[in-house]
């Protein structure tokens, strides 16, 4: 499955909800995504990843979740 697509769904829908959780006090600090949007930031982030630098995006640290969808995302503190 391509899910190139999806990440802008993700980044407006996760942006959104940082900005609302920073906006009450909360600043989460990992992104939980699914696999292939994972897989996708990977891809888009190989250059960054090979020199060492973490998995950022939306300033929050991004990992695999398989049980997510492509379309679907958590913040956690």
Do not use: K
Request: hydrophobic share 45%; proline share 5%; charged share 20%.
């Amino acid at each position: 499955m391509n899910t190139d697509g999806w990440i802008c769904s993700v980044l407006d829908n996760a942006g959104a909800r940082l900005l609302a959780l920073e906006e009450v006090g909360l600043f989460p600090t990992e992104l939980r995504v699914g696999s292939g949007v994972y897989d996708s930031f990977v891809r888009l982030r190989h250059r960054e990843l090979s020199d060492g630098v973490p998995l950022l995006v939306l300033g929050t640290a991004v990992t695999e979740d398989p049980q997510l969808t492509a379309g679907e995302f958590l913040l956690r503190p």
